[in-house]
């Protein structure tokens, strides 16, 4: 399960990075789906962070 989750993360981000290079390159603007699957990623990514980080103290703290 933590396989396809990460494949599908990282196919994701990259379709969606790609676009957007492209869209800075040809000097479009960001269509409002990409922005906001953008920002949730971001959001996921920090979120994931915060919580191992959150794991990694209480095992280093606890154990």
Not at 34 to 39: D, V
Not at 45 to 58: E, F, K, M, R, T
Request: charged share 10%; proline share 5%.
């Amino acid at each position: 399960m933590f396989e396809f989750a990460a494949l599908t993360y990282g196919v994701i981000a990259s379709i969606i990075l790609s676009a957007a290079q492209r869209n800075r390159k040809m000097a479009r603007p960001h269509p409002p789906l990409l922005l906001y699957t953008g920002y949730l990623l971001c959001g996921v990514s920090g979120g994931v962070a915060v919580i191992l980080a959150y794991i990694a103290l209480s095992q280093f703290a606890g154990g």
